[in-house]
């Protein structure tokens, strides 16, 4: 008897055990890996959004076969194909904005990775969100106004396309102006108190405020420093004086360079900056006009632009070339001397200040 009841719980223990239906591996979202960017990190969050892809796993990577699994990649590829689900900006034939995808759209900024994400689904996913149908009015007009107000923003910068003519009056480092102010009661809420959201200000700007005194002490301070070093070495790397190296990438040196030039007395203006990336590669970024400026005081030479790796060292005659981008303001080198080279033959032609296609 007692063998009869362990035998008859045997089937259930059994089934228990065997592996039910295989369940379908959940979506594949690529995109580039290293460096990471506001388009891509928008793109993916909005992908995200959408039913297909809310349990998508995230696939960060340049492996090209690694990238041909995901269901959809974006910012990385080469590639723009709505229909394979690709969403890559960089190449060099690359030059759609919402009016041209959408001719009833007024908006010609080039599309990020961000902006054809928003472009093909920004209507899905603001429908998903709000409870309501596509063809909403609501919909339609806050479609619009997202856009406008907040993806071609990242757009812009994505692509290096300035947001006026000559220089800005302020700096806009921060926004923290902004996120105070949403501190405050909506205009409709019954509770008109603002104590609380004056607490939470102060309590936002004191150490927001505190936070960037750290980074101007830790982080800005030995920066400077390094810059200057490059700036009184910078006839050592070339006779022109016009090629800078840092001796550690990542170091930011825009602004350090623009008041040290003035501060030292630097007569010839620098052109170049070489320094090294995450992968232990060398880079070679041309030293724009001004500090909130796309333009750059000498790009790379045109013919070179949107070209990658062997076309590109045919091209220029450089041994161990990456790559340089469509617009001509960095480029990529396997070795320093090959990118010291890139640079050194562009100050030969010496083009006028500009882009790569001026």
């Known amino acids: 008897m007692r063998m ?63 990238l041909s699994e995901c269901d959809v990649v974006v910012d990385v590829g080469g590639e723009y194909d709505p229909q394979k689900h690709r969403y890559d900006h960089h190449q060099r034939s690359f030059g759609e904005s919402m009016h041209s995808l959408k001719p009833d759209k007024p908006w010609q900024t080039k599309l990020s990775s961000a902006g054809l ?12 969100q709000l409870g309501l149908k596509e063809e909403d009015p609501v919909v339609r ?18 692509n290096g396309i300035s947001q006026w003519e000559g220089e800005p009056r302020y700096a806009m480092t921060t926004n923290v102006s902004s996120r105070v102010a949403y501190l405050n009661p909506r205009w409709n809420d019954k509770d008109q108190d603002t104590e609380p959201g004056f607490q939470k200000a102060m309590e936002l700007v004191g150490n927001e405020f505190l936070d960037r005194l750290d980074y101007y002490y830790r982080a800005w301070i030995p920066a400077r420093t390094l810059v200057e070093k490059a700036i009184q070495q910078r006839f050592e790397v070339d006779p022109s004086g016009e090629i800078l190296v840092l001796a550690q990438g990542g170091c930011p040196w825009k602004e350090h360079l623009f008041n040290l030039e003035q501060e030292l007395g630097v007569k010839k203006p620098l052109k170049f900056v070489l320094y090294t990336d995450l992968g232990g590669q ?45 617009s001509g303001f960095i480029g990529g080198n396997h070795t320093k001397e090959g990118a010291l080279e890139m640079a050194r033959k562009t100050l030969a032609r010496q083009v006028e200040p500009g882009t790569c296609s001026s």
């Not at 055990?17 to 993916?44: Q, V, W």
């Not at 796309?294 to 091209?315: K, M």
């Open 282 to 326: 060398w880079r070679v970024q041309c030293v724009p006009a001004g500090l909130h400026t796309f333009q750059n005081r000498l790009s790379l030479l045109a013919e070179w632009c949107g070209l990658r790796d062997e076309e590109l060292s045919q091209a220029s005659g450089i041994p161990g070339c990456v790559f340089v981008h469509s």
């Open 117 to 128: 994400v928003y472009t093909h689904f920004g209507s899905e996913i603001l429908a998903n």
């Open 141 to 158: 007009v806050l479609y619009d106004k997202l856009y406008e107000n907040f993806v071609e923003e990242i757009d812009a910068i994505d």
């Open 4 to 66: 009869r009841r362990v035998l008859a719980g045997l089937p259930r223990l059994t089934r228990s055990l065997m592996p039910g239906p295989k369940r379908p591996r959940p979506a594949r979202i690529g995109t580039h890996g290293g460096t990471f960017h506001c388009d891509e990190a928008l793109a993916c969050f909005l992908l995200r959004l959408l039913p297909s892809y809310q349990d998508a796993e995230i696939i960060r990577t340049r492996d090209a076969q690694l």
